[in-house]
C-alpha cells in the first residue's frame, strides 16, 4: 500500500516573493520615482529647447572673424538677453562652430530656440536683398552693392580690378559690367563673387540675339552700355530714349562729333551743370565728345536694362541735332539740318536767359 511521503523542494525551486517578480515588487517604487524624475528632466529640457523667440523679425549677423564670444554677443544683441543666451546654449551644445555658422539669418516670430540654434550651426543662411536702381560712379555702386552685405565698398573695389579685366574689361569699361536691378545672395558672400554673380546677370542679358542686334548698329555690348549711359544722361523720357540713341548711332556712323553735353558734365566732373558754356567745351578730356570723335572710354553711369533696350531698339530715322524743348518738358527738339537745330537751340537759350538760369 502506497504511502505518503514528504515532498522535498528542489534546490533551484525559488521561494515565495522571490525571482524577478520579487525583485521588481521589492524595488518598484524606486523605478516610479526614476521614471517620474527622467519625464520631469525630458520635460524641462523640451520647455528650454522649445521656448519659442517671442520678438519681432530681426536679422543675426555673425561676421567672418567671430568666436564663440562674439556669436553669443551677436545672439543676445539682436534677440535679447534671454532667448539670446538660450539659443547659443543649445548651438554649443550641438556643437556649433563659429566658423560654420559665418553670416546672416533671418529669425521669425515663434520660431523654437532649438531651430535657431541648429540651422545657424549648419550654417543655413538667409539670403539677403542686394539692389539698385542708379548709380554714376563705380564709387556709388559700390556703396550701394554693399548696403545689405558683408563685404566693404573697398572691397568690392578691389574685386573688380581683379575679377573685370580678365573678362575684356578696361577700367574706365567697368560700369558695363553691371545692370541695376534686385538681386539675392548671402551676406557672407565674398567680394570676388559679389562681382562674378553680378557680371554673370549682366552676361545673362546679352544673348546672341541681342549681341547680333547690337552688331547691325555696328556696335559692341560694350559701346552700347557706353552709348546708354549717355542716353540716359540725355532724357529722363523714357518713351523718347530710343529716338535720341538713333540720332547718336547717326553720328557716330558719319564719323561726327556726338557733342554730347553729358559727357562733357562728366568731364568737368558736375553732372548738376544746368548750362553748358564755352569753358565747360574746352576741358580736355577723352570723354568730352565735342572734342573727341567717337564714344567716350566708357560708360558715364551704370546704364540701366531699360536704357540698353532703348539702345538696340532705336528706330530707323535721319536726325542728327537734337536741342531740349523751351516748354523745359524734359523732351527735345530734333533737327536734320545744322540750321534748324540752330533755331532750336536759339529758343532754348532765350528761355534759359527769360528764367535767369546760368
Known amino acids: 500500500m502506497a504511502t505518503d511521503k514528504k515532498v522535498k523542494r528542489p534546490k533551484n525551486d525559488k521561494k515565495k516573493g522571490g525571482g524577478i517578480g520579487g525583485w521588481f515588487r521589492r524595488y518598484r517604487w524606486f523605478f516610479f520615482i526614476a521614471g517620474g524624475v527622467a519625464l520631469i528632466l525630458c520635460g524641462l529640457v523640451l520647455i528650454y529647447a522649445l521656448k519659442p523667440y517671442t520678438g519681432d523679425a530681426a536679422w543675426v549677423y555673425i561676421p567672418r572673424d567671430a568666436d564663440?564670444?562674439?556669436?553669443r554677443d551677436s545672439l543676445q544683441h539682436s534677440l535679447g538677453d534671454g532667448i539670446g543666451e538660450r539659443v547659443y546654449s543649445l548651438w554649443r551644445l550641438q556643437g556649433g562652430n563659429p566658423s560654420r555658422s559665418h553670416g546672416a539669418y533671418l529669425i521669425k516670430k515663434g520660431e523654437w530656440a532649438v531651430k535657431i540654434a541648429r540651422d545657424i550651426k549648419r550654417g543655413l543662411q538667409t539670403p539677403v536683398k542686394l539692389s539698385w536702381s542708379d548709380a554714376r560712379t563705380m564709387e556709388q555702386l559700390a556703396r550701394k552693392v554693399t548696403k545689405t552685405i558683408e563685404c566693404t565698398p573697398e572691397e568690392f573695389l578691389a574685386a573688380c580690378h581683379d575679377v573685370l579685366p580678365g573678362q575684356g574689361f578696361t577700367p574706365e569699361q567697368f560700369p558695363a559690367a553691371f545692370i541695376p536691378d534686385s538681386y539675392e545672395m548671402y551676406w557672407s558672400t565674398?567680394?570676388?563673387?559679389?562681382?562674378?554673380?553680378?557680371?554673370?546677370?549682366?552676361n545673362k542679358f546679352w544673348t546672341d540675339e541681342r549681341v547680333a542686334n547690337a552688331a547691325e548698329l555696328g556696335l559692341k555690348p560694350v559701346d552700347v552700355a557706353t552709348?546708354?549711359?549717355?542716353?540716359?544722361?540725355?532724357s529722363a523720357k523714357s518713351d523718347e530714349r530710343p529716338k535720341i540713341a538713333r540720332l547718336y548711332?547717326?553720328?557716330?556712323?558719319r564719323k561726327m562729333l556726338l557733342q554730347a553735353d553729358p559727357t562733357?558734365?562728366?568731364?568737368?566732373?558736375?553732372?548738376?551743370?544746368?548750362?553748358?558754356?564755352?569753358e565747360h567745351l574746352s576741358v580736355e578730356s577723352p570723354y568730352n565728345t565735342y572734342k573727341h570723335i567717337g564714344l567716350p572710354p566708357g560708360p558715364i553711369r551704370i546704364p540701366s536694362r531699360s536704357?540698353?533696350?532703348?539702345?538696340?531698339?532705336?528706330?530707323?530715322?535721319?536726325?542728327l541735332y537734337m536741342c531740349a524743348k523751351e516748354d523745359f518738358s524734359g523732351y527735345h527738339n530734333f533737327a536734320r539740318d545744322y540750321a534748324t537745330h540752330l533755331s532750336n537751340a536759339r529758343r532754348y537759350q532765350q528761355e534759359l536767359n527769360r528764367r535767369n538760369i546760368h
Open 249 to 253: 548711332i547717326n553720328r557716330l556712323q
Open 68 to 71: 564663440t564670444e562674439t556669436v
Open 264 to 278: 562733357v558734365k562728366f568731364a568737368v566732373g558736375n553732372f548738376g551743370l544746368r548750362r553748358i558754356l564755352n
Open 307 to 319: 536704357g540698353l533696350e532703348a539702345v538696340l531698339a532705336a528706330p530707323g530715322h535721319d536726325y
Open 227 to 234: 552709348l546708354a549711359s549717355i542716353v540716359e544722361e540725355e
Open 190 to 202: 565674398s567680394p570676388h563673387k559679389v562681382v562674378s554673380k553680378l557680371l554673370n546677370y549682366r
